[in-house]
């Protein structure tokens, strides 16, 4: 019993302190806006043998070089490692890292094997080699056309594919819904939402309507969005419709964007970022404003698998519910687009990966043709990430691209890039900013509410914020053209990115360490094992016991 009360007292003050950084803000450790900021420690690649079909493979998935904007890094220094992703085993990259970390008698994995051959029948997987091809994008003049996207059918069971069988990760989610579903509400989950539903509502009434930014040939309209939980859950939807298509001509769209935010934010804080992606692609981008209570028990929040499965039945079949409130934004009844991209910042990252995931369920996966992460963050005891990159292989394999700030408290130290690096091996998975912050990505017209904001995470480089929005537009861009004229290139290469505030550098994939502690290292960590302590028992991810929502028909 007296356990069990110090338990609840332990949760109960990482509940307040929470409480307190979110509602008081965190202090002001920045970087100078002209030119504080962190230089990356770069590593490069070797070069593959010659002749290794797998190079060949991956060397099309990464995309080409491009040699007028990179900016040089051919050293003999072997590409860095990546860092096992911070908490628990959140990858399901392969049956042999789970094996290292939990080493099993001969008779023990003699009896797993038997098991497993009588049960699920899979075959053997053919024999890693010792090392992973390093990705070496193909030579191409100047004058040579950009190369096309590759097929996103890969050859998975080629030597060295890193495969996870659908029935590992079937029972997976089902002991984790197991567990969740033993785990019961509690009076902290009562008040916790009381507070944070408060806080959310107060952070939706001050960040006004989205504002367009200056010469924007932009049309923004804000609707209702109805979300696939229980008897259907009405949320704001901001649609930014590109200036070819606001005048009743929307049915001849071929692009839609579904942008998403981060914890404890809205859509219109991303009102500039959102109206740059449709003005520069030519796409429909719709921005949905959803809640960050992390004590719901339905887990119906940005970070919990109940929003995330409504988000994916949101593009399956017919799509009534985006439809109709596109609909209702645009004045008249519309035909939306069927392929479409999915973006997310921060926790948003990790909600549109995950619902890439649940996707792959639903058959929404075919009309999807990629997933861009701005400085995508995982909280602590979340696997849904990791979930949703052992579906997205074979037929359901698309590119899931980031693009990462410094390693430090915001981005969970980095931490996502080396999630994809250990999921993903030996293809192009996105890069890193040098003295890039977590604020690079989000950037909406309310001056005040910006400025809170790059108190709390620290003050962006302008160069980096024009960097992150010229690399998202890029990649966005090829997604759906079926090019690779975007930022590329492989692990380690530096890439000079040209912007009208000066010229940023991006480095490819794994992520360096930075120079410097972006924020003292004593508050990093104080931070750090807050929001972790609470990612692992307090945060729902899954429905807890008796709020496991049914979605609407």
Do not use: C
């Amino acid at each position: 019993m007296a356990h069990r009360r110090a338990r609840l007292l332990l949760s109960a003050s990482a509940a307040a302190a929470i409480s307190g950084l979110l509602l008081i803000a965190a202090p002001a450790v920045s970087a100078e806006p002209d030119g504080g900021g962190t230089e990356t420690t770069v590593r490069s690649s070797a070069k593959p043998a010659d002749g290794d079909d797998r190079a060949a493979e991956a060397d099309d998935a990464s995309g080409p070089e491009r040699t007028d904007r990179k900016a040089g890094s051919d050293t003999d220094e072997a590409p860095r490692k990546p860092r096992k992703p911070q908490g628990d085993r959140m990858i399901l990259d392969s049956p042999d890292a789970e094996a290292a970390e939990d080493p099993e008698t001969p008779e023990e994995a003699a009896d797993t094997e038997r098991a497993l051959t009588e049960t699920t029948q899979i075959d053997p997987l053919p024999e890693a080699p010792p090392e992973t091809s390093t990705v070496v994008p193909a030579e191409r003049s100047e004058s040579t056309p950009t190369d096309p996207v590759p097929d996103t059918d890969i050859d998975t069971t080629a030597p060295g594919a890193a495969i996870v069988p659908i029935a590992t990760v079937e029972a997976t989610e089902a002991n984790r819904a197991s567990e969740a579903g033993d785990r019961r509400p509690t009076l902290l989950n009562v008040v916790g939402s009381l507070v944070l539903n408060l806080l959310v509502g107060f952070i939706q009434v001050i960040d006004g309507p989205p504002v367009l930014p200056p010469n924007s040939t932009v049309t923004v309209r804000t609707s209702s969005l109805t979300l696939p939980i229980g008897g259907g859950r009405s949320v704001q939807a901001d649609w930014y419709f590109p200036e070819e298509y606001s005048s009743g001509q929307l049915d001849s769209a071929t692009r839609l964007v579904y942008l998403q935010h981060g914890f404890l934010a809205s859509g219109p804080l991303y009102s500039y970022t959102a109206a740059r992606l449709a003005e520069r692609t030519g796409a429909i981008v719709v921005a949905p404003s959803l809640t960050s209570n992390f004590f719901a028990a339905d887990a119906a929040w940005v970070g919990g698998s109940t929003m995330h499965r409504a988000v994916a039945d949101l593009f399956a079949g017919d799509r009534p519910a985006l439809t109709q409130s596109a609909s209702a934004a645009a004045g008249y009844v519309v035909r939306l687009p069927e392929k479409f991209v999915l973006v997310g910042h921060s926790a948003g990252g990790s909600l549109v990966t995950s619902a890439a995931g649940f996707m792959a369920d639903n058959g929404a996966i075919d009309a999807l043709t990629g997933i861009v992460m701005l400085d995508g963050v995982e909280p602590a005891g979340s696997r849904l990430v990791g979930s949703a990159l052992a579906k997205l292989r074979g037929s359901s394999d698309r590119p899931v691209y980031l693009i990462s700030s410094e390693r430090y408290f915001w981005s969970r130290g980095g931490d996502m890039a080396d999630k994809l690096q250990l999921a993903r091996p030996g293809r192009f998975n996105g890069v890193g900013l040098q003295g890039g912050l977590h604020i690079d990505y989000m950037e909406g017209g309310n001056p005040l509410v910006q400025f809170g904001e790059y108190v709390v995470a620290g003050f962006s480089l302008r160069r980096n914020v024009d960097a992150a929005s010229e690399i998202t537009i890029g990649w966005v861009d090829d997604l759906f053209a079926g090019t690779a004229a975007g930022v590329y290139g492989s692990p380690g290469d530096v890439v000079a990115v040209v912007t009208p505030s000066g010229t940023a550098t991006a480095v490819v994939l794994p992520l360096g360490e930075p120079a410097r502690p972006v924020w003292p290292p004593l508050l990093d960590a104080a931070l750090t094992a807050v929001f972790d302590f609470a990612g692992r028992h307090l945060f729902v991810y899954e429905p807890l016991r008796g709020y496991d929502l049914q979605p609407t028909g």
